[in-house]
């Protein structure tokens, strides 16, 4: 800094010091752009012709929407006649991740921070600009790699329900095969049958088929692929839907299952799959608890209620022996599993399908004994 610095105020936002401005624009990582109050570009550092690639002389002068997608371009202009006109600020000392466009028309994402400099009758901006592309990406293959996994826990789950499933779709077959026979045998027993009869036979035919039909939909729905887009989602709706499955497997174990969901829930931002298989993976864990029991009549209890700071709380209470105390620490980590033919893996994926969905999964000694492992997610997003 020269030794007057300070003493009388800057014209210009690279005459204080400006050596040293000078080489602060050189040597930054992040691009740096300053405008004035129209929006035309005054400087614009080395890191930010490697970043848009345009050279410092073609953009000086010209207005910085030059530097944005259409979308942005456009109100950009009217974003800055906003705050001039009302002081209200959106982007002004705030920073936040927005979108750019280099000069061979490709857009990418940064992260923008705007900072004013008051300068005698006039305001300059000063944008410091990083390029999150490498970050960005990273995201988007670390969701991806956990929709895969997400996935491959789906069907290894029904791949251990696969039993269940079966018999659920033989009964009905079983059923088609008995009625056939039946009308069969009064076709060849020649003449006289009663059309009624025969008509009854073939509603609960058609019945059954209908019947195994739906195991198979309820099957393909949950291991569907195609929806890994977020949608605004009713927990209880998800509850009631993923019961089928769930029940196929209580059954098999003699425990039986009962709701308590509260109504008037805000609905949440998910995967509508993935929340079923933490809802399935969880039952699931507590019918195995419950299995070994004596007493099994007080069943697994499903249950939802607003959290207690907004978004909906889920939970799954059994009454097991509780969680054993030697694993109780790492039952959240991947291959931790106190069962003969457990993978260990279904808290684990439950826990990050939760996390990337904002919310919390725990558990908690249940004071009439068993376990409540419960989940919060926070509330949709209002757009
Ligand atoms: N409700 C529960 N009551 C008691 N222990 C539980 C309960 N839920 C989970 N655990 C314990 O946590 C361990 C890990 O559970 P997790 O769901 O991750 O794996 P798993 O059920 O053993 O196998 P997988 O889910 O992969 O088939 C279980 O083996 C069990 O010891
Ligand atoms: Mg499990």
Avoid at 198 to 226: K, N, P, Y
Wanted: net charge negative.
């Amino acid at each position: 800094m020269s030794a007057d610095s300070g003493s009388r105020k800057p014209d210009s936002i690279s005459d204080n010091g400006g050596a040293n401005f000078r080489a602060l624009l050189q040597a930054a990582v992040d691009a740096i752009i300053v405008i004035d109050e129209a929006g035309s570009i005054l400087q614009f550092n080395p890191a930010a012709e490697r970043i848009f690639g345009f050279s410092q002389a073609e953009v000086l002068g010209r207005n910085v929407s030059m530097l944005m997608p259409p979308h942005y371009a456009q109100a950009h202009d009217g974003y800055m006649a906003h705050y001039h006109a009302t002081g209200e600020r959106r982007i002004i000392g705030i920073g936040r991740e927005v979108e750019a466009r280099r000069r061979d028309g490709t857009v990418f994402p940064i992260e923008l921070s705007v900072g004013q400099v008051d300068l005698p009758g006039a305001s300059h901006y000063v944008g410091i600009i990083r390029d999150i592309s490498a970050r960005k990406r990273a995201e988007q293959e670390m969701r991806e790699l956990q929709e895969r996994l997400a996935r491959v826990g789906r069907f290894s789950t029904m791949g251990e329900m696969a039993a269940g499933l079966a018999h659920e779709i033989n009964q009905p077959l079983g059923a088609i095969n008995t009625y056939a026979q039946a009308a069969s045998r009064m076709i060849s027993a020649g003449g006289s049958y009663d059309i009624q009869d025969m008509e009854h036979i073939c509603r609960q035919v058609s019945e059954q088929a209908r019947r195994a039909g739906e195991v198979i939909r309820r099957l393909r729905g949950f291991l569907r692929t195609e929806e890994s887009g977020r949608q605004r989602l009713d927990c209880n709706s998800l509850i009631r839907e993923i019961m089928f499955l769930a029940e196929i497997d209580a059954r098999e174990h003699g425990v039986p299952l009962a709701l308590a969901l509260a109504d008037d829930l805000p609905t949440v931002d998910g995967t509508a799959v993935e929340i079923q298989q933490v809802i399935l993976n969880l039952i699931r864990n507590a019918v195995d608890a419950m299995s070994g029991q004596p007493d099994r009549s007080r069943g697994v209890i499903i249950a939802t209620a607003r959290g207690a700071e907004g978004g909906v709380e889920c939970s799954v209470t059994d009454h097991g022996p509780g969680v054993a105390a030697d694993i109780a620490g790492q039952i959240f980590h991947p291959f931790v599993t106190s069962k003969r033919n457990g993978l260990g893996v279904g808290l684990s994926i439950s826990r990050t399908i939760i996390h990337a969905h904002g919310g919390k999964l725990s558990f908690v000694p249940n004071p009439a004994g068993g376990t409540i492992f419960s989940f919060h997610l926070p509330e949709a997003f209002e757009d």
